[in-house]
T-cell receptor
Framework: EAGVVQSPRYKIIEKKQPVAFWCNPI?????LYWYLQNLGQGPELLIR????????DSQLPKDRFSAERLKGVDSTLKIQPAELGDSAVYLC????????????????FGEGSRLTVL | QKEVEQNSGPLSVPEGAIASLNCTYS??????FFWYRQYSGKSPELIMF????GDKEDGRFTAQLNKASQYVSLLIRDSQPSDSATYLC??????????FGKGTMLLVSP
């Protein structure tokens, strides 16, 4: 079974440039997450989708970050314009749990997209 | 106040010893608790979860939960160099979204 696929794995851009990350979750997983992970820190949630609906985007900096999950499968996370402080690893994860449902908490993570902003 | 607190370490133990990793959380309404392992440069992977007070054992790993003290721990018996990684504690919160601690780095020396 294919895991969570992310691209690109690495991206280097100049500040103020736009960047986009793509994620393909595990087949059948209705819940998709974007996390940000800085060096030496744990993953921090940016946005959570259940199918097409963003059910938790309270930590997404909406002035420069946007996300979409069309058709409830693949998702794209965009940053425009990028700032130096956006340099981090952007992790996509998926699970088969639903809001309010007791769950195993087993999120399956992709390899991540490492962003460097110069 | 951060919702999930962990000592960043590193925690150094010799091979064969017991490694004890600790985590505290602030939300008394949390119901599910998880330990993820993250090797350097890799993504996190789930190793254990626990819902009820007490101990839960899985092979060399034991998770312990004390909801009254808002405390979760992970014990690794017979530590191996391959256990060297960062261990992330995670707690379910709003909408069952996991909140992660910053992780504890474990170093197991041969």
């Amino acid at each position: 079974e294919a895991g969570v696929v992310q691209s690109p794995r690495y991206k280097i851009i100049e500040k103020k440039q736009p960047v986009a990350f793509w994620c393909n979750p595990i087949s059948g997983h209705n819940t998709l997450y974007w996390y940000l992970q800085n060096l030496g820190q744990g993953p921090e949630l940016l946005i959570r989708y259940e199918n097409e609906e963003a059910v938790d985007d309270s930590q997404l900096p909406k002035d420069r970050f946007s996300a979409e999950r069309l058709k409830g499968v693949d998702s794209t996370l965009k940053i425009q314009p990028a700032e130096l402080g956006d340099s981090a690893v952007y992790l996509c994860a998926s699970s088969a749990q639903h809001r309010g449902q007791t769950n195993t908490g087993e999120l399956f993570f992709g390899e991540g997209s490492r962003l460097t902003v110069l | 106040q951060k919702e999930v607190e962990q000592n960043s370490g590193p925690l150094s133990v010799p091979e064969g010893a017991i490694a004890s990793l600790n985590c505290t959380y602030s939300d008394r309404g949390s119901q599910s608790f998880f330990w993820y392992r993250q090797y350097s440069g890799k993504s996190p992977e789930l190793i254990m979860f626990i819902y009820s007070n007490g101990d839960k054992e899985d092979g060399r790993f034991t998770a312990q939960l004390n909801k009254a003290s808002q405390y979760v721990s992970l014990l690794i018996r017979d530590s191996q160099p391959s256990d060297s990684a960062t261990y992330l504690c995670a707690v379910n919160g709003r909408y069952s979204t996991l909140t992660f601690g910053k992780g504890t780095m474990l170093l197991v020396s041969p």
